[in-house]
């Protein structure tokens, strides 16, 4: 709610965080040569990440090979580490193409990666509009961002 609460700024994250050098304040676990991993800082579930492109494109339709590739293949790397650090029973990986469809940043092709655990919702979100999370954004990161060091593409 305090993200849907929020002004709504006319900047895009995927393009401002970056150009910032505050990659634990921002989240940001790894900057490749084409493509970032970023925490969600309102996540649905812990080890939430999203992998986007530098280039600031709206589609996954009008990525070149080359991005589509490297976005993809970080993905896939990105999934294996957190399935190794929080052994997830599994995942929701996609993305939300257009403002339609809700995503928050339309213009800036992302993509989600959830972990998911059996029972991982309760009720705390239907009667107190609260999302229990079980660790801390910032030891989240501090427990990947070592992981994430060492990818190499």
């Avoid at 304040?25 to 493509?35: A, D, M, P, Q, T």
């Avoid at 530098?54 to 990525?63: D, E, N, R």
């Avoid at 580490?81 to 809700?102: A, H, T």
Wanted: with cysteine; glycine share 6%; proline share 6%.
């Amino acid at each position: 709610m305090s993200y849907l609460d929020a002004p709504q700024k006319n900047s895009c994250i995927f393009c401002d965080k970056p150009k910032d050098t505050k990659d634990k304040e921002n989240f940001i676990l790894y900057r490749g040569k084409l493509s970032l991993v970023m925490m969600n800082l309102y996540p649905y579930n812990n080890g939430h990440l999203m992998v986007s492109p530098y280039k600031h494109i709206p589609s996954i339709t009008k990525l070149e090979s080359e991005d589509l590739f490297d976005l993809l293949k970080v993905t896939q790397i990105s999934t294996q580490i957190l399935e190794n650090v929080f052994n997830p029973g599994g995942f929701n990986i996609g993305m939300n193409i257009g403002k339609s469809s809700g995503a928050g940043f339309a213009d800036h092709v992302h993509i989600h990666i959830v972990p998911r655990w059996n029972s991982d919702t309760n009720f705390m979100p239907v009667l107190s509009e609260t999302k229990v999370m079980p660790e801390h954004l910032n030891s989240t990161y501090d427990k990947l961002l070592s992981l994430f060091k060492n990818i190499e593409l």
